[in-house]
Nanobody, 123 residues
Framework: QVQLVESGGGLVQAGGSLRLSCAASGRTFSTYTMGWFRQAPGKDREFVAAISRTGGSTYYADSVKGRFTISRDNAKNTVYLQMNSLKPEDTAVYYC????????????????WGQGTQVTVSS
């Protein structure tokens, strides 16, 4: 089992940047595919980005491709989400999640979730 704690959220103006971090407990971090999801008020939780166990493969939702970058540091048990050129529609609670599955974009395959961090982008 792994416990996840996100940080780095906040209020930023449109066009600005934020870097989210997700720290994982345990010594098996490198065995998990890691994902970032977000949930805006009144909407379903949606996939944002994912990264493979070694970091060699990354995946993005079309809405964030070219603006967001996911990365991980297995030595620090941490996954990051660098968010640039933020838009008001990026406003949401952002969650990191861990899975053993090779399917990366469905919330259903992620058994482990953090508590979320709020990102608010003002226009």
């Amino acid at each position: 089992q792994v416990q996840l704690v996100e940080s780095g959220g906040g209020l930023v103006q449109a066009g600005g940047s934020l870097r989210l971090s997700c720290a994982a407990s345990g010594r098996t971090f490198s065995t998990y595919t890691m994902g970032w999801f977000r949930q805006a008020p009144g909407k379903d939780r949606e996939f944002v980005a994912a990264i493979s166990r070694t970091g060699g493969s990354t995946y993005y939702a079309d809405s964030v491709k070219g603006r967001f970058t996911i990365s991980r540091d297995n030595a620090k048990n941490t996954v990051y989400l660098q968010m640039n050129s933020l838009k008001p529609e990026d406003t949401a609670v952002y969650y990191c999640a861990a899975t053993y599955s090779t399917v990366y974009s469905s919330t259903e395959v992620y058994p482990y979730w953090g508590q979320g961090t709020q990102v608010t982008v003002s226009s």
